[in-house]
């Protein structure tokens, strides 16, 4: 099917044509929300290791610690128990219990946590209305005296102005650490993300771009803080049971190394697909007066982790919640990251001065349409025939 079939359909639905009123769905079968499929490759790869009794941490996390060091275009990388972890390992060596933080309200809730769980003060910052990443702008007016640190999430796979970032951090002396979790194999002005700031963190959770089940990784490309990171990552141990400091064991095991090495070898192609599939839900959405696609931090090539858009509700006489449950009725799943920002979360109520009101109005108004590297054009018609129907029947 040529791609302009994916343009959105002119329909005059009402509320009674709805599948969820009792209507016909436009799709009987629902298009798959993601794909994260082991191959042969993969499970033949983890059988290896399996055989070869060697299952902690060997040669395979030190195989996918060097091609993403390269890919990522960082210096170091340390494969480690997951992206939580990472987070822990990187935040550690780069500011003190009492530091102000500046972190995203808009975001996961592993960014923050682990700030508190580090004994640092978050300092919540605005998101960008239309890029949805942290405000550069709202970070500097949020500055303190005690802010030592900034921990920026490169959100659903887009990059955050990191220029911005990093001028500020270089202005005020602050440590950068960014949460890439969502987002390997992202670039910013053509460079690897782990190019930048002084670590970057990512997680191999099982539903993540590059999935091993659990797993996760530490970029950075300062050899004193790579091995502070190595360090801490397995009992401060430097030679066997001699520990020069305390540390944890936040090590992967092999398995997931291996997992991680064989689904890297695909990466690249799957990213690009889910490249083209943004491109084309870019032209549904855009059909939509109300809707809107995510725009993208200039400087950033984003690898669509997750596809969101965001709902006007001024523009429809239904809310969001009620949108998105019209499209799962037509055959069309979403989900909404995040039903709350990270100010309401109840975890971080005693440190909440104010609620950063872009970040609280997401909350109301995003939803994830399916994205992965499988979607078919069967999918993405089933898609705009649903956005377009259900938009038309909820027309304000
Ligand atoms: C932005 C972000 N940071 C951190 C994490 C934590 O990673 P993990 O689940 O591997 O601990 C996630 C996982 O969902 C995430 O999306």
New binding site residues.
Partial sequence: MPATTTAPRRSSSTASTLAINGGTPVSASPVPFMSTGLTEQDIQAAIVVLRSGMLRAAKKCEELETRIAQISGSNHAMTCA????A?QLAYEPLFKPGDDVLVPAW??I??VSMVVARGGNPIFVDADPETMQIDVADAARRLTRNTTAIAA?H?YGCPVDIDGVQLLAGKHGLKVIY?A??SHLATYNGKGIGAFGDAV?Y???AT?NLATG???MVTCNDDSLARQIKLLRSHGETEKYTHEQVGYNYRMNDIAGAIGCSRLDRLEAQTQKRRDAAAKYDRIIGGIDGLSAPKTTAGATPVYHLYVARFDPSRFTCTRDEFVKALGAEGVPTAVHYPRSLTHQPAFSRLIKDHPPVADSLSKRVFALPMHHNLTDEHFRIVGEAISKVASAYRA
């Fill in positions: 997951n992206g939580t972890c987070l975001s996961y592993a960014t999430t959100l949460d979790a969502q963190t997680s191999f959770y993540k659990e797993g996760g």
